[in-house]
């Protein structure tokens, strides 16, 4: 058996994976995920095998079409609230990882309610949400029928080990006993709200899971199993003192891949049509032919379905750049959805001073609109099981911005050239291309100025939200300029706050 020493000083521990551009086709040649999206793994194919397909034009539109929604942490890991997640689990003392572990033996998340928790998606002008129905640390959200045979326990006389236990970890065996994601994607097909299922591939409570991404068990051969990146990550994280024990057999490595298997499976058909997802981490080389395998069964069950690319490469769908919008835009034939926490991360913040504010929201929603992509922003309810009245506040307020404002975000297009002037203004068109829209993120003053767009001759420009038409006239040096009346140099006396879009009907190509 290797010791911490030997597992922190093998030879290849800091050998980074080869890198490779992958590549990926939907609908369109020169289909491509950016290189600096996808991690640089080079045990996942750069095309796929040929009885795979991605999901169909349609499922790629509507995701387009959404803009804007929610992405929900909520789990074991709310309870505690101790920063990102589950991730503060692998600095947790042995004895904490066992009180970790037990706490959902008393949780009783009696505020959560489906209904009214779509109410506020709705109400903030959200098409969509994205849900945690695992994290990492292995506590289900729903009601699986799996079962976890083996764990650690942290606290044994000799030292951690494993030992047999026969649990699913979910929800169903709290005090609460109430299917979460069940409720919450029946409240959404109410509503025709898009359904977002997050699942973390790796799972931190079940041993058969060892040492796959940061797994708080080791093993001799963490080295081979793992993706490089993740086995020098894991390093870092344990600061010297990984928990050692024996390699996963065959029968343990077949059991892991086919609970994984079965999880996704109940996913994706208990709950009725789910229109993505949320993939995440990658669980290595060693396992693959069976990840891909599981890939093949989904897209068998749910042929809709729009997979994030995280632990499937070039299989997936779409991608999520986190906690940044873009500088300049992507690879436009792949869709994409920012992430981004309102508060300091994705899951409970309690301090309703770290809420960053619907102005924050709105700027990047804008921003991540022009450039063809769609914003999640990030909010995780309390243990209760229900979100900070501040959090709401400013998800409130950002969906009354969209009620005036909507028609220059959803079902919109990034230009085909010139995206932006300067730091202020964003643009989007229509799906024709016959309306463009000018978003001034910041009050453009007495006339709004614009380089870039040729209005139709005749037509109108009209600010959405204010009753009447705005004059307008180009010149050849100083390029379009549309004049803002008197009143509405008063903050009080304009549609909205935040950010104001302009629409003009532009000349034919």
């Keep these: 058996?290797?010791?911490?020493?030997?597992?922190?000083?093998?030879?290849?521990?800091?050998?980074?994976?080869?890198?490779?551009?992958l590549h990926g086709h939907d609908h369109a040649s020169g289909h491509r995920f950016p290189a600096n999206e996808l991690r640089p793994v080079d045990y996942i194919e750069?095309?796929?095998?040929?009885?795979?397909?991605?999901?169909?034009?349609s499922a790629y539109e509507a995701f387009r079409d959404m803009k804007f929604g929610i992405r929900i942490h909520w789990g074991i890991y709310s309870i505690w609230h101790r920063g990102a997640e589950s991730w503060p689990f692998l600095k947790m003392s042995f004895e904490d990882r066992r009180k970790y572990n037990s706490l959902y033996r008393t949780w009783n998340p009696v505020g959560f309610d489906a209904d009214e928790w779509t109410n506020l998606f709705q109400e903030s002008g959200m098409r969509m949400f994205a849900f945690t129905s695992k994290?990492?640390?292995?506590?289900?959200?729903?009601?699986?029928?799996?079962r976890v045979h083996q764990r650690a326990n942290w606290t044994a006389p000799e030292g951690p080990r494993i030992e047999s236990c026969d649990l699913s970890y979910s929800i169903m065996e709290t005090p609460f006993r109430r299917d979460v994601v069940g409720e919450l994607c029946a409240a959404a097909h109410k509503r025709h709200l898009k359904i977002d299922?997050?699942?973390?591939?790796?799972?931190?409570?079940?041993?058969?899971?060892?040492?796959?991404?940061q797994h708080p068990l080791q093993v001799p051969s963490s080295e081979r199993l793992m993706w490089a990146g993740d086995f020098r990550q894991t390093q870092k994280d344990y600061g010297g003192h990984p928990v050692i024990v024996p390699d996963p057999t065959p029968a343990e490595v077949r059991r892991m891949m086919e609970r994984h298997r079965a999880q996704l499976v109940e996913l994706l058909t208990n709950y009725g049509e789910i229109d993505m997802l949320g993939l995440d981490m990658y669980?290595?080389?060693?396992?693959?032919?069976?990840?891909?395998?599981?890939?093949?069964?989904?897209?068998?069950?749910q042929p809709n379905v729009m997979l994030r690319d995280r632990g499937i490469g070039n299989y997936g769908d779409y991608y999520t750049p986190e906690r940044f919008v873009p500088s300049s835009e992507p690879a436009r034939q792949i869709p994409w959805f920012v992430i981004y926490p309102l508060g300091t991360d994705f899951s409970y913040e309690p301090d309703a001073s770290k809420y960053k504010g619907t102005a924050w929201i709105v700027s990047n929603l804008v921003d991540s609109v022009a450039k063809g992509g769609g914003f999640m922003v990030g909010v995780g309810p309390s243990s209760n099981g229900q979100f900070h009245p501040e959090a709401a506040r400013q998800m409130k307020a950002a969906g009354d911005w969209l009620k005036v404002n909507g028609e220059a975000i959803y079902a919109t297009r990034p230009r085909d050239t010139n995206w932006s002037e300067g730091d202020n203004i964003r643009f989007t068109r229509t799906k024709d291309a016959r309306t463009v829209y000018a978003i001034a993120v910041q009050w453009p003053g007495q006339e709004l100025l614009l380089k870039t767009v040729r209005p139709r001759p005749g037509s109108q420009i009209r600010m959405l939200g204010y009753p009447h038409p705005l004059p307008w006239r180009t010149d050849s040096s100083r390029g379009l300029s549309v004049a803002l009346p008197v009143n509405l140099q008063n903050a009080a006396n304009r549609p909205c706050d935040f950010a104001w879009s302009f629409r003009m009907e532009i000349e034919a190509a």
């Design 1 to 21: 058996m290797m010791n911490r020493r030997d597992f922190l000083t093998s030879a290849g521990a800091f050998a980074l994976a080869s890198p490779a551009s």
């Design 197 to 213: 299922l997050y699942f973390s591939h790796p799972d931190w409570y079940d041993a058969d899971f060892r040492p796959y991404v």
């Design 283 to 301: 669980l290595g080389p060693s396992v693959w032919p069976e990840m891909r395998k599981t890939v093949l069964k989904l897209r068998e069950i």
């Design 135 to 146: 994290h990492h640390e292995g506590f289900s959200m729903f009601d699986t029928k799996t």
């Design 46 to 57: 750069e095309v796929p095998v040929p009885e795979y397909h991605w999901a169909p034009q």
